[in-house]
Nanobody, 114 residues
């Protein structure tokens, strides 16, 4: 059974930082491109950042310079370091694994509020 389990979400003030983690089981992690997506209330799910099996990263324009995606294949885990958080970063953040199939985590809530 494939599972992607996110953690690290929470409440943070504007300008603060959080690190999200997503640990995968049931898949050969190293052959999957990994990504983080988010969905704010009333909005569509949007891409935040991706990292390929070879370590190439891509960030959405809205988070460039603030968020960093990384992966540790020895731990089957992908991370999202989020710095300089803004109110508009508030959303449920989802982990995605893509290869021959697509898998999603259950999401973790990130709330940026003063």
């Amino acid at each position: 059974q494939v599972q992607l389990v996110e953690s690290g979400g929470g409440l943070v003030q504007p300008g603060g930082s959080l690190r999200l983690s997503c640990t995968a089981s049931g898949i050969i992690f190293r052959i999957y491109d990994m990504g983080w997506y988010r969905q704010a209330p009333g909005k569509q799910r949007e891409l935040v950042a991706t990292i390929t099996t070879g370590g190439r990263t891509m960030n959405a324009h809205s988070v460039k310079g603030r968020f960093t995606i990384s992966r540790d294949n020895t731990k089957n885990t992908v991370y999202l370091q989020m710095n300089s958080l803004k109110l508009e970063d508030t959303a449920v953040y989802y982990c995605n694994a893509t290869a021959n199939r697509d898998y999603w985590g259950q999401g973790t809530q990130v709330t940026v509020s003063s």
